[in-house]
């Protein structure tokens, strides 16, 4: 069992930046894959970053490169995402996600994915 709260979620400016953040339970949290996904209104789930386990390789999508950037931190068993340069239509709920799956292939499909946060709302205004 694996469990996931977000947070660093809100309100910024086109331009602007924010750092999301994601702690998760248990011991062995280094060999966890670990993803952000986000939702826009009337859009899928869609991946935007991920990190695979023992942090082999990240992942992001063609529409975060060079702007957004995952990081782990696994003394606090911690996921962050920092989000610079936001855009408009970075506007979401981001949600954290875990694949305890023994691989080393970064996981990016929603299916793969066997634990969820809650989710946090990220909003940028123009």
């Known amino acids: 069992q694996v469990q996931l709260v977000e947070s660093g979620g809100g309100l910024v400016q086109a331009g602007g930046s924010l750092r999301l953040s994601c702690a998760a339970n248990g011991r062995t949290f280094s060999s966890v894959a670990m993803a952000w996904f986000r939702q826009g209104p009337g859009q899928v789930r869609e991946c935007v970053a991920a990190i695979s386990r023992f942090d082999i390789s990240t992942y992001y999508s063609d529409s975060v490169k060079g702007r957004f950037t995952i990081s782990r931190d696994n003394a606090k068993s911690t996921v962050h995402l920092q989000m610079n340069s936001l855009k408009p239509e970075d506007t979401a709920v981001y949600y954290c996600?875990?694949?305890?799956?023994?691989?080393?292939?970064?996981?990016?499909?929603?299916?793969?994915?066997?634990?969820w946060g809650q989710g946090t709302q990220v909003t940028v205004s123009s």
């Open positions: 996600a875990a694949d305890t799956a023994r691989t080393i292939v970064v996981p990016t499909s929603e299916s793969e994915y066997d634990y």
